[in-house]
């Protein structure tokens, strides 16, 4: 199975400043034309929401203030400028094989 | 207006089975492969497993084959997953999300079911 490791665990941003995540896969996810790797944010009591798909497409509806990075083995999911509603948990997933795995999570504090 | 409807909290006991549902509308219910997810109290995300609703072939995570059934009912529009054997380990609350066609993700989600398995 792929491992997917997120770093960092939790973060606390300032309001206003750059949150920045990182996923790490075991194995690259990526061919020459696409990269099956997405992005979920989860509030608490929430189900997830795709953020990102394909490792940078934005999803209908999302804010321009996120944005994902990367291909092959590692990933980067931006927030900027943090806004209070981006406090959540973000997940990464990949979909190159089965069976899919997400990444640990990252929990997001807004100071 | 996509939307997934899951069933109401389930308390079960332990060595039973449990079945949920995701009532679908919306969309052309057969188009969209229908995932089920995993999420233990404070944790991570698991992938159970997929089914394709218009010929209702599968995908399941080695971990869960023997735990899960995924089925669905084209006419009522609605997937289901049985959880058999249960244990405490099974507690968690438990999720459909339908793959959106070109781009894998999962782009819609049910509101989740709490399943709690105590005698």
Redesign the interface.
């Known amino acids: 199975d792929i491992v997917l490791t997120q770093s960092p665990a939790s973060l606390i941003v300032s309001l206003g400043q750059r949150a920045t995540i990182s996923c790490r896969a075991s194995q690259s996810v990526s061919t020459s034309s696409y990269t099956y790797m997405h992005w979920y944010q989860q509030k608490p009591g929430q189900p997830p929401k795709l953020l990102i798909k394909f490792a940078s497409n934005l999803e209908s509806g999302v804010p321009a203030r996120f944005s994902g990075s990367g291909s092959g083995t590692d990933f980067t999911l931006n927030i900027h400028p943090v806004e209070e509603e981006d406090t959540a948990t973000y997940y990464c997933q990949h979909s190159w094989e089965i069976p899919y795995t997400f990444g640990g999570g990252t929990k997001l504090e807004i100071k | 207006e996509v939307q997934l409807q899951q069933s109401g909290p389930e308390l079960v006991k332990p060595g039973t089975s449990v079945k949920i549902s995701c009532k679908t509308s919306g969309y052309t219910f057969t188009k969209n492969t229908m ?1 089920w ?1 995993k999420q233990s109290h404070g944790k ?4 159970i497993g997929g089914i394709n609703p218009n010929n209702g072939d599968t ?1 399941y ?3 869960f084959k023997g735990k899960a059934t995924l089925t669905v009912d084209k006419s009522s529009t609605t997937a289901y997953m049985e959880l058999r054997s249960l244990t405490s380990e099974d507690s968690a609350v438990y ?1 459909c ?1 339908r793959e ?1 066609r070109y ?5 819609y ?4 079911t709490s399943v709690t398995v105590s005698s």
């Open positions: 995932h997810v991570s995300l698991e992938w995908n995570n080695q971990q999720y999300a959106d781009d894998d993700a999962m782009d989600w049910g509101q989740g």
